[in-house]
C-alpha cells in the first residue's frame, strides 16, 4: 500500500496493515499514532525507534512467528511470504549447509532458549552460519539484545515492504 493510503487508514486498520512486520503492540500502536507521514524515511525512522527498547516478553511473541533459519515457512500469509523472501538464498537442496544449520539451529535453540534470530535477506548461508557460530560465543544478556536488534531490522524491511513511497 502506499504512504498516503496508509496515512488515510483508521487505527485499528492501520495496526493490522503493519502486523506483518512485526507483531508487537507497542511497536504497531508507535507506529500507526505518529501518523500522518510526509515521507517515507519519517515512517521507517518512527519504526526505528518506536517501543525501544523491546521486552523480554515482546521478543518472545514476535519470536514466534518465525521459523527457524533453514525451514521454509509454511502458508499462505503475509509473515510466511517474507520469511521465505529473506532466506531465500537458503538453498533447501545444500544438504550440506542445511545439516550444518539444522545442528546450529539446535545447539542455539539449547543454549538460549528460543530461535536463533537473524535478517537473512541479503546474507549468504555462509554469513548467515559464521554470525549463528560468533552469537553462540554471546551471554544470554548480550544475545538478547542482539534479537531484539535482528528484529527490529527485519521489521524495517518488512515495512518498506508493506508501505511504499
Known amino acids: 500500500m502506499h504512504l498516503t493510503e496508509f496515512n488515510s487508514l483508521n ?3 492501520a495496526v493490522e496493515a503493519i502486523r506483518p512486520a512485526l507483531d508487537i503492540p507497542r511497536w504497531l500502536e508507535a507506529v500507526a499514532d505518529a501518523r ?4 517515507h524515511d519519517a515512517l521507517l525512522g518512527t519504526a526505528r525507534t518506536a517501543a525501544q527498547p523491546f521486552t523480554p516478553d515482546e521478543v518472545e511473541r514476535a519470536l514466534c512467528h518465525h521459523p527457524r533459519i533453514g525451514e521454509r515457512a509454511e502458508g499462505s500469509h503475509r509473515e510466511a511470504g517474507f520469511s521465505r523472501a529473506e532466506q531465500s538464498a537458503v538453498d533447501p537442496a545444500d544438504t550440506d549447509v542445511q545439516e550444518r544449520l539444522r545442528a546450529g539451529n539446535l545447539a542455539y535453540e539449547e543454549k538460549f532458549g528460543q530461535v536463533f534470530l537473524i535478517r ?10 559464521e554470525h549463528l557460530s560468533t552469537r553462540m560465543t554471546h551471554d544470554p544478556g548480550t544475545e538478547r539484545a542482539v534479537v531484539a536488534d535482528q ?4 521489521a524495517l524491511l518488512r515495512l518498506e515492504g508493506l508501505v511504499t513511497p
Open 151 to 154: 528484529l527490529r531490522q527485519i
Open 36 to 39: 500522518p507521514y510526509w515521507h
Open 11 to 13: 487505527r485499528t486498520q
Open 120 to 129: 537473512a535477506a541479503g546474507r549468504t548461508p555462509e554469513e548467515i552460519l
